[in-house]
């Protein structure tokens, strides 16, 4: 059954700065992974989705990774912003025959002005 | 054109009491799931259908009993509402060893007083 832990619980970066989110998996028959943006009593939004067979996709200043061999995924966060203040989750499945995804705790990121 | 849909938003109301949330999703996806989040913003699955079948269900209280008339719909009934149900529930959708990922509806605030 998967696993998945994300550090740091929160993070505080001045605005403007470069930052990477950390996630790992316990299963590395990882089939999706995928990064989700949760803002204070809203719902999930997905960011992105690193499908089995890819390393990385990309969206605008986001860039999230996928090691399946060590069981690690990052989410790099270009020029941080006010706005982009939020929890970010990930989450993952565990193989092609998972009816579930597994999510992390999350980390809380502020972005201060 | 939501693509997962949940009602209410908000449900408030007292102990003992019986009530439902309803989930409709119209992204043609073949399996649908009930998440939990509890105080600790913690999201952990509760039920997952996939073809209308029951798939998962991860030691939930028999008073939760989910529900899907059809592939585009699944429904949470819940008996003898406790303080401790209180959480957001999200509904989700996915389509079955396809790489697309999950869809998460809005979410639905529980109030058990």
């Known amino acids: 059954k998967q696993e998945v832990t994300q550090i740091p619980a929160a993070l505080s970066v001045p605005e403007g700065e470069n930052l990477v989110l950390n996630c790992s998996f316990t299963d590395s028959a990882i089939y999706n992974l995928q990064w989700f943006r949760q803002d204070p009593g809203k719902g999930l939004t997905s960011l992105l989705l690193i499908q089995s067979s890819q390393r990385e996709q990309t969206s605008g200043r986001l860039n999230a990774s996928l090691d399946k061999s060590s069981g690690r995924s990052t989410l790099y966060i270009a020029a941080s912003q006010p706005g982009d203040s939020a929890t970010y989750l990930c989450a993952g499945d565990s193989g092609a025959g998972s009816y579930q995804l597994t999510f992390g705790k999350g980390t809380k990121l502020s972005v201060i002005p | 054109d939501t693509a997962v849909s949940q009602t209410p938003k908000y449900l408030v109301t007292q102990m003992g009491n019986d009530k439902s949330i309803k989930c409709e999703q119209n992204?043609?996806?073949?399996?649908m799931y009930w998440y939990k989040q509890d105080s600790k913003k913690f999201l952990k699955i509760m039920f997952s259908y996939n073809n209308k079948e029951l798939i998962i269900n991860e030691t939930v209280p028999n008073r939760f009993s989910p529900k899907s008339p059809d592939k585009a719909h699944l429904n949470l009934h819940i008996n003898s509402l406790e303080l401790g149900d209180s959480a957001v529930y999200f509904c989700?959708?996915?389509?079955?060893?396809?790489?697309?990922?999950?869809?998460f509806g809005s979410g639905t605030r529980l109030t058990v007083v």
């Open positions: 992204l043609g996806h073949d399996t």
């Open positions: 989700a959708s996915s389509q079955f060893r396809a790489n697309y990922g999950y869809t």
